[in-house]
């Protein structure tokens, strides 16, 4: 009978550490997903910052032909391109915001993967031991049934 409790013991714990090694899987391709989408996402963000720069430029080298078609020059032209120089910055701003609130959500993602993963080995660990508890016990009850009446019946 103790070979029978070992036996189970030994099929419990490898059931148990299957299922702790998928959790980890999971969250292995969970987290190397998230890793994917930072990548991805950085990438649109650059390209966004490339764009305004590129736009940014191009208003400039036409911004001295519209002017002049409007007659302002002096001062006029100078608060112009400031116009141009504080809007180009407000888009890198807000991109950045933008990536940073993008790069804040994947971690928090990854944190709530993890937390899970770990309240979920814990959970499988606790219930773990409550079939080996139950064999144990009913062990030691059939044990004590058979040293009163010499036989067990089992079930």
């Known amino acids: 009978q103790a070979d029978l409790v070992g036996e189970w ?3 419990f714990m490898n059931g148990a550490d299957m299922q702790a090694s998928a959790i980890d899987d999971q969250l292995a391709a969970l987290q190397a997903q998230l890793e994917l989408q930072k990548g991805e996402n950085n990438s649109y963000y650059d390209d966004i910052a490339a764009q305004a720069y590129v ?3 191009q208003a400039e080298s036409a911004l001295p032909q519209r002017l002049a078609a409007y007659g302002i020059s002096g001062g006029g032209s100078e608060s112009a391109q400031l116009g141009l120089d504080t809007s180009y910055q407000n888009n ?3 991109n950045e915001l933008a990536r940073q609130s993008m790069l804040q959500q994947l ?3 990854n944190i709530l993967a993890q937390s899970q993963a770990n309240s979920d080995k814990a ?3 606790r219930h773990r031991k409550t079939p080996l508890t139950l064999i144990c016990s009913r062990n030691s009850w059939n044990s004590s049934r058979i040293r009163r009446s010499g036989s067990v019946m089992l079930g």
């Open 107 to 109: 971690d928090y993602q």
């Open 55 to 57: 736009a940014k430029r």
């Open 92 to 94: 890198i701003n807000a």
């Open 123 to 125: 959970n499988m660990r």
């Open 9 to 11: 013991g030994d099929w």
